[in-house]
């Protein structure tokens, strides 16, 4: 049992015979136990203190004190870690203002009061970066997208089917034969890179990093659905619009759609029945408006905007319409229209998703830090049948 314990025992005791009426010489020579066990257990610490630290003892004290006070003392990992600390805060502080900031982020910060500097960011600073609009041709929202881990892709499929004959009881029966070819599909290499000074990756209150991963996959969107349009099969995919299986229908003019919509019935229904169900319409922009001006024979405009719930969608023929910028305008000889089932009809193949890598040493003299972004895939026509062009022309 402890010292307290006894003198709080003891204590209790004195009490209660003083509140019972007890005898007072019981209740001096409890008093006076306590008094001797106070005097013992001062005597024992009076000796303690006279005693003092052991002289080895407190050389190490000294010495791992005066250690600690040298400059840079503090060990790499201790640094990365106080480093961390500030970064969070910092970001806290952006994202949230000072009022989220517990003592110990103000402390890591290293901030006196706001009259006397206030934080290391601007006291005005919108973390947001104003962008123009960059359009590009979503083809992935409507193509079949798979991925690979191979630099080719071969896909089989049937080139010819078997055939039928109606016989009599007694005739021969006739032979027939199934023909089957593959798809290739060849994996191709989308690359860009760009310089940024080492002062602005240090200064800056963004993300340099998830900043350029933004704009390395901006571009690579407009690229890309630039090659899976009008690409050419040289070292970027095979566009749609420019594949020999497509076939396409006339628009019964020279130069333009005749004024009437005529050639858009001849377009629907140019592709298989099955195909229609998950058909779309593909053009840009300039040829939307131009197709929205066409009326029928009571002045009601061909194309309708409204779609359920009087929600606002673009439809021709009852199927919506994708905008295309990369499809061309209007002209005499041009395909500015395509139509069907991009599902059936063309397949994006991913091998490397974005990928940005940093190289602090190639631009290290001019301080700048160089960062490449590249990307691998492959695209290509799946089943011709289930596209269709429309050729501005009289046949």
């Avoid at 409890?30 to 009076?46: E, P, Y």
């Avoid at 004024?259 to 195909?275: S, V, W």
């Avoid at 021709?316 to 059936?344: H, K, S």
């Amino acid at each position: 049992m402890s010292f307290h314990d006894h003198k709080a025992r003891m204590l209790a005791g004195i009490i209660e015979l003083k509140d019972a009426g007890g005898n007072p010489e019981d209740i001096a020579v409890v008093q006076k136990a306590l008094d001797d066990l106070t005097k013992i257990i001062d005597s024992r610490f009076d000796a303690i203190e006279k005693k003092g630290i052991d002289p080895k003892i407190q050389s190490q004290i000294d010495a791992i004190l005066a250690k600690l006070n040298r400059p840079g003392a503090t060990s790499d990992d201790e640094a990365k870690r106080l480093l961390e600390v500030e970064k969070k805060a910092f970001d806290s502080y952006l994202r949230r203002g000072d009022q989220t900031l517990s003592d110990d982020d103000k402390k890591s910060l290293r901030v006196s009061d706001d009259t006397s500097g206030g934080y290391i960011a601007p006291d005005q600073f919108i973390a947001e970066l104003d962008r123009n609009v960059v359009l590009w041709s979503p083809i992935r929202s409507v193509a079949r997208v798979l991925p690979t881990g191979s630099p080719e892709v071969r896909w089989p499929k049937r080139t010819g089917g078997m055939t039928a004959q109606w016989v009599g009881e007694n005739e021969d029966r006739p032979e027939t034969t199934v023909t089957f070819g593959q798809s290739r599909y060849s994996v191709c290499e989308l690359t860009a890179w760009v310089d940024v000074s080492n002062a602005m990756i240090e200064d800056s209150a963004f993300d340099i990093g998830a900043l350029l991963s933004y704009e390395f996959g901006e571009e690579f969107g407009v690229e890309e659905g630039k090659a899976f349009v009008t690409g050419a099969a040289t070292k970027s995919p095979v566009g749609f619009m420019t594949d020999a299986t497509i076939a396409y229908t006339p628009s019964g003019a020279a130069n333009d759609f005749g004024g009437t919509a005529d050639c858009l019935i001849d377009l629907y229904h140019g592709i298989k029945t099955p195909y229609r169900a998950n058909a779309v319409w593909g053009m840009n922009s300039n040829t939307l408006s131009k197709i929205r001006k066409l009326k029928d024979g009571q002045g009601r405009y061909f194309v309708n905007i409204q779609g359920m719930d009087n929600t606002p969608v673009t439809t021709i023929l009852g199927r919506p319409v994708i905008e295309m910028p990369d499809m061309p305008d209007v002209g005499a000889n041009t395909f500015p229209i395509i139509f069907g089932d991009f599902q059936q009809g063309y397949r994006i193949f991913d091998r490397v998703g974005l990928e940005v890598l940093r190289d602090p040493l190639t631009q290290r003299t001019k301080g700048m830090t160089r960062f490449h972004g590249r990307r691998r895939v492959a695209g290509g026509i799946g089943k011709g049948e289930a596209l269709r062009k429309l050729k501005v022309s009289v046949n």
